[in-house]
């Protein structure tokens, strides 16, 4: 069917760098450059909240929070999409989530997570 798999994430210092990679894979994903992805996070006892997302086209839209910070890029032939975080704070810790949307088809995927932890 579909399945997205997160990775890169740890634990950074504050003012530290991180490169989160998202691969996506199976048969609904042979239209891969057609689905926006994005990177959504959830902190302990927060909703989840969209950071970042880039459309088929390339258009990209970012929380107010992590603007000028983080930025988000994807490489479709492989079908990848990634989240380059630098500037990292204690606030930005959390659970961060791969999705894929494509609303013509009422298409999504998630991913499983991957744990963002900011701490000195």
């Known amino acids: 069917q579909g399945q997205l798999v997160e990775s890169g994430g740890g634990l950074v210092q504050p003012g530290g760098s991180l490169r989160l990679s998202c691969a996506a894979s199976g048969i609904i994903f042979s239209s891969y450059s057609t689905y926006t992805m994005g990177w959504y996070r959830q902190a302990p006892g927060k909703q989840r909240e969209l950071v970042a997302a880039i459309t088929r086209s390339g258009t990209t839209t970012y929380a107010d929070s992590v603007k000028g910070r983080f930025a988000i890029s994807r490489d479709n032939p492989k079908k990848m999409v990634y989240l380059q975080m630098n500037s990292l704070k204690p606030e930005d810790t959390a659970v961060y989530y791969c999705?894929?949307?494509?609303?013509?088809?009422?298409?999504?995927?998630w991913g499983q997570g991957a744990q963002v932890t900011v701490s000195s």
């Open positions: 999705n894929a949307d494509k609303p013509s088809t009422a298409t999504q995927r």
